[in-house]
């Protein structure tokens, strides 16, 4: 099925024929007997309303395996557990604060090690691998700045030197990319944003073709009770029914909006893959089908971007994206406050970037948002010219 179908299509094994999953809101089951169990005995282990989900993030990556987490840092938080003392990591360095954070002042206890690499550049992802590396850690395009990494050719550099590769592609959602078909061997999602895609659900998902990472990944599950909860569970499979539509629409809107301000005089830079003047635009659209609803841009000064951000409308100012709400966040101060004032230099956003996540409104009054914002900037950029 194309991915718009399989969003929508319901493959249950609900006795009642219910056509919406049922949702099984409870902490245990019935079991037969005091020494056997059913296939379900404590919704930590397993819940079938889970289940239905899980199945269908495996289905809608390609993938045979899936699990699904009651956050995005959950779920990469259990990613890292597949490692051990004395192990390392090789990641992007262009990732969600909340990542950096757990990378750096979390993992360091338990004796792993990170080295951040711009793995754009395969050489230096290449040259970062050593014989400790076990996980190389990737977001493409990465957030907030939309840099695009080719996840066949590092898959092919992690997996020659024995290292596993792992991709967020929370920016993307599974209808525009599909990173173990390109040889990940992990994808990471934050189903908070476009799987969810109605800010009413905080959620994570771990993805994969491996049965025995899956065995791991889910033994973690459910030895550190970190799973997602039924009727989160059931919100999220409603929420996936629409995700093509609005993944359509909100793709539609952000080219758009990307378009309008990079012609703009008040903008100095946009980041988005959707441009044919970005860089990795080629190799994006060889491995995605879409430039996404999130876009990045600068005016070269703090003070002034925020005063765009402040003066917009229509657009919530709000951490997180992919909701059919249009929202704005300044990274630096908002989702990568968290980066750890040692590693901000060389790792957190510029401090006049601003980042938008486009929704599903119509365009005209997305544009006319923008136009008003940038309008109370642009006198003062005339002047100093």
């Known amino acids: 099925m194309k991915k718009a179908t399989e969003c929508v299509y319901l493959d249950s094994n609900d006795p009642y024929g219910a056509v919406s999953p049922p949702i099984y ?14 296939e379900y005995d404590y919704s930590r282990s397993g819940n079938p309303t889970r289940t239905e989900l899980e199945k269908k993030l495996a289905r809608l990556e390609g993938a045979s395996h899936a699990a699904a987490f009651a956050s995005g840092m959950a779920a990469i938080t259990t990613l890292t557990r597949l490692l051990s003392s004395g192990d390392e990591i090789v990641a992007g ?16 206890r338990s004796g792993i090690t990170v080295k951040y690499v711009d793995t754009t550049d395969r050489e230096r992802v290449s040259q970062a691998i050593s014989e400790r ?3 190389v850690f990737i977001e493409t395009p990465s957030n907030p700045l939309m840099r695009i990494t080719d996840i066949r050719a590092v898959a092919d550099i992690a997996h020659s030197d024995g290292a596993l590769l792992a991709v967020d592609s929370s920016v993307m959602s599974p209808v525009l990319q599909n990173p173990i078909g390109l040889g990940a061997d992990i994808v990471v999602h934050s189903a908070t944003k476009f799987l969810c895609g109605h800010s009413d659900v ?29 009727f989160d569970s059931w919100l999220l ?22 378009t309008f301000l990079a012609a703009n005089p008040a903008v100095k830079q946009v980041y988005y893959p959707g441009l044919a003047t970005h860089p990795g635009h080629d190799l994006h659209f060889r491995q995605a089908n879409g430039g996404g609803c999130v876009l990045s841009f600068t005016t070269g000064d703090a003070e002034t971007s925020k005063r765009v951000v402040e003066s917009l409308g229509l657009f919530s100012i709000a951490v997180s994206f992919a909701s059919v709400n249009s929202s ?14 040692e590693r901000r230099a ?32 642009t006198p003062a950029i005339a002047a100093a010219a």
């Open 346 to 377: 060389e790792l957190a956003p510029p401090s006049d970037l601003v980042r938008l996540s486009v929704g599903i409104e119509d365009i005209g009054d997305i544009i006319d948002d923008l136009s008003q914002a940038l309008a109370t900037v």
């Open 328 to 341: 704005v966040s300044m990274p630096c101060s908002m989702s990568h406050a968290s980066i750890p004032a």
């Open 25 to 38: 809101q409870t902490s245990t089951f019935r079991q037969t007997s005091a020494d056997e169990f059913g």
């Open 237 to 258: 499979l409603r929420g996936i029914k629409t995700l093509g539509l609005r993944v359509e629409r909100q793709n539609s809107n952000a080219l758009e909006a990307a």
């Open 202 to 230: 905080t959620g994570g998902a771990l993805i994969t073709n491996d049965p025995e990472i899956h065995r791991e990944i889910a033994y973690l599950q459910n030895a550190e009770g970190n799973a997602l909860a039924p």
């Open 133 to 135: 590396t076990r996980l």
């Open 93 to 108: 360095n262009d990732l969600y604060g909340g990542t950096v954070r757990l990378l750096e002042k979390v993992l360091p």
